[in-house]
């Protein structure tokens, strides 16, 4: 069973770039998969940050397509994500999660615990 | 951009039959999932492909859908459903991933 673990800082300045990595164990990064970023403002709900494949392609949500970066390190089996100029509105809990994409299915099926990343002076 | 639309909140007595719709203009060509996010805890796929049920879900969990509405139905709801509901789709276009905005399911 695919296991993901985020890590990173829980603090980050406004206009900072935040960044985190997800471990993934139990499973390959080079497999089928692809590889997300969901984060949860405090009392929200979701929001798909976007997703990587091990060929390097990604998708990002478009709302937030300027200020993201996915990357892999296929050495280290984990991805990683910037966002830059974060603000108070990027405090979130930010979860990886691995996306099964299909040819007529796609779905979130294995999700990290989740990391709060608070932006704060 | 795309939107998938649920209402705030649901609630039911215990061993009745709670229903969350979703809505979504890509919903009568593309799948709608269901997760269940229990406070503090990372969400839980409990519906895929409109209707199905994942290994370990209760069978009292099952889904619909109908032209722009999905919906999740749990039949007997018990306490411990007691949830945030999301539904998930992509988009038309099939490239952008899109979470409804939460139903917050009460039992009591």
């Known amino acids: 069973q695919v296991q993901l673990e985020e890590s990173g800082p829980g603090l980050v300045k406004p206009s900072g770039t935040l960044s985190l990595t997800c471990a993934v164990s139990?499973?390959?990064?080079?497999?089928?998969?692809?590889w997300s970023w969901v984060r949860q403002p405090p009392g929200k709900g979701l929001e798909w940050i976007g997703e990587?494949?091990?060929?390097?392609?990604?998708n990002y949500n478009p709302s937030l397509k300027s200020r993201v970066t996915i990357s892999l390190d296929k050495s280290k089996n984990q991805f990683s994500l910037e966002l830059s100029s974060v603000t108070a509105a990027d405090t979130a809990v930010y979860y990886c999660?691995?996306?099964?994409?299909?040819?007529?299915?796609?779905?979130?099926?294995?999700w990290g615990q989740g990391t709060l990343v608070t932006v704060s002076s | 951009s795309y939107e998938l639309t649920q209402p705030p909140s649901v609630s039911v007595s215990p061993g009745q039959t709670a229903r969350i719709t979703c809505s979504g203009d890509?919903?009568?060509?593309?799948?709608a999932y269901w997760y269940q996010q229990k406070s503090g805890q990372a969400p839980v796929l409990v519906i895929y492909?409109?209707?199905k049920r994942p290994s370990g879900i209760p069978e009292r969990f099952s889904g619909s859908s109908s032209g722009t509405m999905a919906t999740l139905i749990i039949s007997g709801a018990q306490v411990e459903d007691e949830a945030d509901y999301y539904c998930?789709?992509?988009?038309?276009?099939?490239?952008?991933?899109?979470f409804g905005g939460g139903t917050k399911l009460t039992v009591l």
């Open positions: 999660a691995s996306l099964i994409v299909t040819t007529i299915s796609n779905y979130f099926d294995y």
């Open positions: 139990g499973g390959s990064i080079s497999s089928n998969n692809w």
């Open positions: 990587i494949y091990h060929s390097g392609s990604t």
């Open positions: 890509a919903l009568p060509k593309k799948y």
């Open positions: 492909e409109d209707s």
């Open positions: 998930y789709s992509r988009d038309s276009s099939g490239h952008y991933r899109v």
